[in-house]
């Protein structure tokens, strides 16, 4: 199952463009996601769906490269490189996502780690 959770992940960094929908179907129904990993958890599909939509409000193009993939157990960590196109520029953006995902195949928890000087360095050139 570890290839298969590792799939799963893939598939959901690439739902992003399709859709919060689509996104929201890769995730367990009690689901909990950071956006930061320093935040509290958003839990549920409701409070994950309204922050998908707050997220793609604020830019009109998004790409995902994963760059590294790591599979423990139920875990599946991604070293990627997340584009989005905001304010008339292209923003990148060095993320690690940890994911947990269940035996059914769908996503429980996920944690992102970024660095918001980064993002903000961007802004600013």
Known sequence: MTDSREA???????????????????????AMYRVNAWHEPLQGI??????????????????CELLNTATVGDTVFTER???VHTAGKDIAIHSVGVFEVNEGGKITNWRD????????AQFTA
Not at 15 to 28: A, C, F, I, N, P
Not at 113 to 120: H, P, Q, S, T
Request: charged share 30%; proline share 2%; net charge negative.
């Open 8 to 30: 799963v992940v893939r598939s959901f960094m690439g739902s992003w463009k399709l859709g919060v929908q689509e996104s929201l179907s890769y995730l367990s129904p009690d």
């Open 46 to 63: 409701e409070a994950i769906g309204l922050d998908f939509e707050r997220q793609r409000s604020m830019w009109t193009e998004f790409s």
């Open 81 to 83: 490189m997340d584009t």
């Open 113 to 120: 780690y970024f660095d918001m000087k980064e993002i903000e």
